[in-house]
């Protein structure tokens, strides 16, 4: 197969791209006869969908009808039909491309199924390129739902309930508990109704209480199960008491899904020293799968590591006790025991018959959550054990050693997060806003209001933009999950391996007297929106390895690294897999179909602007961008009760008008109260999610700093102390959060005027605190951090007289329309009042559109000064350009002429 790495003529580069289609059925469906062509800006493909064996539809259901979840096997009958795009080594599943056609549906068997993609929507630029269009057969697997996870024991229980139509709600009324399993029981299902990620289903709940009452913790043989159901069924069971209810409650809660349970005191405190690093065992995170323990992974450098033991391994016996229907809490306490004693677990192997029995001695667990080293080449190697508390720090020490070994700096980073069974959220979220500058990282959703939460990229310390590659696997869950899924949704990265595990819900812990509840309330979503759990991070290349943490398989992510992007075709490296003994790189290399792709990039701009000299910054200023949307969050409060200011609402009004005349999308509020500002700046976030939005908010009122943090006072505050301040004012972090999500963001802070509210406690300081801009924000206040500002004596206060003034003036990017003003304020006040910026902006912008074509050009006197030094070698002269023009256009080149003169004259 040729690598396709020509491209059409002219271009400056060509992209490879490969096409993947796959279809799942129960029985012997097809894709055949694939073809790709270009007409004119799209790509057509066209295939036959074929069953060699068609089922009657009618017959299949019926043979449905017995199964434990009827609607999961007739899901077998359809033919899911996806498409997967490879461009510049990066995958493109369906869902995230604007495809038309018999694609990302269930599709009818036939000839001539068409799916067609406009490829200058998702690639404006173009591209120029051969297409590879390979097919491939994908089975579908029906998983285990997470939703309802029975036992075959219960689940035959449940069929015989409904077969024989048991009142079974009749029967659990005659139940009896114990006072403090009644509290618990009343606590289960208060907290079900109100928080379970899904609607609970009445009937299901029934019916697991009933079971449950009879037979939790009983793991009846399959030959005895039909006399031991005729049996309870007619007998009224045991009372619940304090002794038993812990048995009882694990089986209800377990039957809703495998990650929800009751915890006793002694669990409850378990689970507290699973998160801190240290605890006694062998060195699994554990799961359940069919009413079993399952082995999620290894945790590395522990006995159970080194014993071999695989994520995916069922657990069948601990010490010859049988597992099912053991509950996940009694399973870690069998396993856990003192150090230096042995124990022997059984397992089922996926594709062995035999099941394994390994026996193991027990150690005390000192899990190290982040181990490095360098790969040469400039590329550094990290791998996440698990997340702890102090994960995030671990990654940032580990970063800055590698860049010391390499010179300073990474030119490239394979993160490893095989085995990787989770652990903290708050450790995910930091290690992924590393990498990630601006927007969302995951979102949970669920049916309770405050489990629909979004937590964007933190505001720390950003890594440059080398490229990554993310090693996973199937013991690759829950936290790790949330970081690939993170780092693929924004292509900051290629996750290379296998289907993670899919662990993507929230468990809520909710304290009952000394124990707890640990109860499902939320999913986790990356940001595009795709669920985790069950499906878990489809990695970008599909690498088979064994469950080992092989080094062939960090090697062969070093070697992606190496490849530029511009020759980079992922498709065609299986001579790279031969040589590391992967046993399949990528299912994409049979049966190739290509076609040639030559979508034209737009023209090239024209005019004075594209003659700037080349050394300087070839950046596209934001205000160029022709998809641009401007939104601006005017806020204006002057009416305090007890310290009114006269000038707020009037800068409100002139920003507003002046940002309107400017294409902004202004909203504009006067003497809000705290709940009508924080809904106003709700909906200035929800305008802000617009793609390639420039946001500003302006504010003109009183403003207060507490112990470093920023806050803007509504007009209804009732401000007497510290913690008053928080529950009145709103926090200035709130409004970042929203901004995070636009291309450029600004905040204007016309705040601290006069401000009464500060005296009045000992935890506020005079002014506004002092706030590191996040990358792509502007952040500008009307004095300097920890100053107080004036009201002003005239119409507008005078930080925003100036502000406005100097908005009238073309040609100016945003960086110096604040330097104007704070000259122009510092001058007016004898430097009483002295404005201050910080910034994170990567590109230019002007609040006058088409400035920058004025910019281009420059003012002609500097235009003509510049011209007759720039072949000078008189370094006098570059420097006095620097004193006639030192913001000047040529200023950054004149400052390299003048060092170069310099270092040429020490020579």
Known sequence: MKTGARGAQGRSGWLGLLLWLAVGTAFAAEIRNVTASQQADRLVVTYDLVEDNPVDPKEFAKACASTLRPEQCAEGLNNPVAALFAINGHLYPHESLRLEGDVGRNVEPGKGRRFSWNIQQDFPQGIAAEVFVNVSLSPKKLRES??????????????????????????NRRLV???????????????????????????????????????????????????????????????????????????LLASFDPHSAYLTPEAFNELKVGTK???????????????????VAPIEDTPAFRAGILAGDLILEIDGKPTTGMSLNDAVKLMRGQKG??????????????????????????????????????????RIAQFQERTADDVGNALAALKAENGGELKGLVLDLRNDPGGLLNGAISVASRFIDAGLIVSTQGRDRDANRQFPALRIAKEPAYPIAVLINGGSASASEIVAGALQDHRRATVIGTPSFGKGTVQTIVPVDQAAIKLTTAGYYTPSGKSIQQIGIVPDIALDQDATLDDGSIAFAQRLLRETAGTRNLAVRKDLVERLKVEEFFALYKNAVRASVAVGQPAAATGLASARPASRPEAKPVADRPDEHRVALVIGNSSYPSAPLKNPVNDARAISAKFRSLGFDVIVRENVKQKDMTRAITQFGEKLAKSGTVGIFYYAGHGMQVRGKNYLIPVDAQISSEASVRSEAVDVDSLL???????????????????????????????????????????????????????????????????????????????????????????????????????????????????????????????????????????????????????????????????????????
Not at 282 to 290: A, R, T
Request: some cysteine; glycine content about 8%.
């Open 341 to 382: 004693t042995r124990i022997t677990l059984t397992l089922q192997r996926e594709g062995q018959a035999a099941p394994l029995r390994i026996d193991l001695v027990r150690a005390v667990i000192m899990v190290r959550s982040v181990r490095f080293k360098s790969l040469g080449d400039g590329h550094g190697y990290i």
């Open 737 to 907: 959060e929203q901004l995070a999500t636009s291309a450029l963001g600004i905040v204007i802070l016309d705040a601290c005027r006069n401000n009464p509210f500060e005296r009045r406690f000992r935890g506020a300081s005079g002014g506004l605190a002092q706030m590191d801009a996040p990358k792509g924000t502007l952040i500008a206040y009307a004095t300097a951090p920890g100053k107080v500002a004036s009201d002003g004596d005239g119409r507008n206060g005078l930080y925003t007289q100036e502000f406005l003034r100097m908005l009238d003036e073309p040609g100016l990017k945003v960086e110096d329309v604040f330097k104007r003003v704070r000259r122009r304020v510092a001058d007016a006040t004898a430097d009483q009042q002295v404005p201050w910026e910080s910034s994170s902006l990567t590109g230019d912008f002007y609040f006058v559109r088409g400035a920058q074509e004025a910019e281009g050009r420059a003012p002609d006197a500097e235009l003509l000064f510049w011209q007759s030094i720039r072949e000078s070698r008189d370094a006098e002269d570059f420097s006095a350009y620097l004193k006639k023009y030192p913001d000047g256009q040529f200023a950054d080149i004149a400052r390299n002429r003048l060092k170069a003169l310099a270092g040429a004259k020490r020579r």
């Open 277 to 295: 690093g240290e605890f006694g065992g062998l060195g699994i995170e554990v799961g359940m799968k069919k009413g079993m323990p399952v082995v």
């Open 146 to 171: 997470d939703v309802v996870s029975l036992s075959d024991q219960q689940a035959e229980i449940f069929r015989r309930i409904d077969a024989e139509r048991i009142a079974v709600a009749d029967a």
């Open 177 to 251: 508990l114990s006072p403090a399993a009644q509290r618990l029981a009343n606590r289960i299902d208060e907290t079900l109704r109100s928080s379970y990620v899904t609607e609970p289903d009445e009937a299901h709940l029934e019916k697991s209480r009933y079971y449950c009452a009879r037979f939790s913790g009983d793991n009846v043989a399959r030959a005895e199960l039909a006399a031991q159901w005729e049996k309870r069924k007619g007998s009224p069971p045991p009372p619940i008491t304090d002794g038993t209810h812990e048995k009882y409650f694990n089986c």
